[in-house]
């Protein structure tokens, strides 16, 4: 069974720079991606990026050239790099895992497993 724990968030003046870490323990090589998702008050939760076991990698539209998510194996952690950060980014920021196959690696259904969370705060 995989855990997940996620850490580095925190508050941040627009156009700086979070890294967040989410640490796998378990049976890390039973997931299918490792992904990370947000939700802000009042909002759905959404799709940030994922990191697919075979090193894949897709993100929102949203966070396109400015966020990077990868994988340190050895240290059983999944990262999001976090760039030119805006307003809008602000959210508690969730690590996911996926433990079986689908087509779907961004929707939040087909995600098994889930940390607690981590609040990312971006002000201008």
């Known amino acids: 069974q995989v855990q997940l724990a996620e850490s580095g968030g925190g508050s941040v003046q627009a156009g700086g720079s979070l890294r967040l870490s989410c640490t796998v323990s378990?049976?890390?090589?039973?997931?299918?991606?490792l992904g990370w998702f947000r939700q802000s008050p009042g909002s759905e939760r959404e799709f940030v990026a994922t990191?697919?076991?075979?090193?894949?990698?897709s993100y929102a539209d949203s966070v396109k050239g400015r966020f990077t998510i990868y994988r340190n194996d050895a240290e059983a952690t999944v990262h999001l790099q976090m760039n030119s950060l805006r307003p809008e980014d602000t959210a508690v920021y969730y690590c996911?895992?996926?433990?079986?196959?689908?087509?779907?690696?961004?929707?939040?259904?087909?995600?098994?497993?889930w940390g607690q969370g981590t609040q990312v705060s971006v002000f201008s």
């Open positions: 996911a895992g996926k433990g079986y196959y689908s087509n779907d690696y961004e929707g939040d259904g087909e995600y098994d497993t």
């Open positions: 378990g049976r890390m090589f039973n997931t299918y991606a």
């Open positions: 990191i697919r076991w075979g090193g894949s990698t």
